[in-house]
């Protein structure tokens, strides 16, 4: 394999999961008088970390979201996940031929840890995943679209930005992606491929993706 690192985001990559918290947070956003469809919130928020969701709102509308908001949120997250979440078809089939060729992996999420573990946990991809494979935009100062989440994760885990392969799904992660200096596959089961553009690569199977990173 050409990478000494693969970073795969978590949410819509690994797990399927946004589908589920695009319209948790878009009927939430609308009870609480910011009117958001399903398909404005994938296209404002997905990918991104909880402070763009309060950053945008204050933004357009002048008010702040509750002090609760995203303990609220998560909440609803994490017992709809326990309920219906699934693994993205294939992730697990490339996890376990990365681990048996010897290839490092990380995930880098905008998600908090918490969200990542319960995630993994109901979808048995914690197998793959010990803590020191493990980083959240809680790790650093800004989110995506900033690269400083897979800046991060490269330094933690000993590997040169130029050596790295991300794996994305929204545009703002490839916009990370591009910035930090790495290459890129997007993955379009969900984005239309017109969105991730400026991707190294695009796919929409994950079980293809080994052979495209060799």
């Known amino acids: 394999m050409r990478y000494d690192l693969v970073i795969f985001d978590n949410d819509g990559v690994l797990v399927d999961s946004e589908p589920i918290s695009n319209k948790l947070l878009a009927g939430y956003l609308t009870e609480l008088e910011h009117p958001t469809s399903y398909e404005e919130s994938l296209r404002d928020y997905m990918g991104a970390a909880m402070h763009r969701v309060h950053d ?3 933004e357009r509308t002048g008010r702040r ?3 609760d908001f995203d303990d609220v949120f998560h909440g609803r997250v994490f017992a709809a996940f326990e309920r ?6 294939g992730a697990g089939d490339v996890l376990e031929r990365l681990a048996a060729d010897g290839v490092p992996y ?6 908090s840890h ?3 573990r319960v995630g993994h946990r109901k979808t048995g991809l914690d197998k793959w995943f010990d803590d020191g494979r493990i980083f959240s935009s809680q790790d650093v100062g800004r989110g995506k ?5 897979f800046l ?3 330094q933690r885990m ?3 930005p130029e050596k790295c392969a991300v794996v994305e799904d929204s545009p703002l992660g490839v916009q990370a992606a591009v910035a930090a200096g790495m290459d890129v596959y997007g993955f379009t089961a969900m984005t239309p491929a017109r969105r991730l553009s400026s991707a190294t690569e695009l796919f929409g199977d994950m079980r293809k993706l080994p052979d495209l990173l060799t």
């Open 65 to 67: 979201l509750p002090e």
């Open 158 to 160: 000993g590997v040169a």
């Open 114 to 116: 918490q969200r990542i």
């Open 106 to 111: 990380c995930v880098a999420s905008s998600g």
């Open 152 to 154: 991060y994760a490269a």
């Open 56 to 58: 945008l709102v204050e």
């Open 145 to 149: 679209p900033a690269p400083d989440l």
């Open 84 to 89: 219906e979440l699934e693994p993205v078809p």
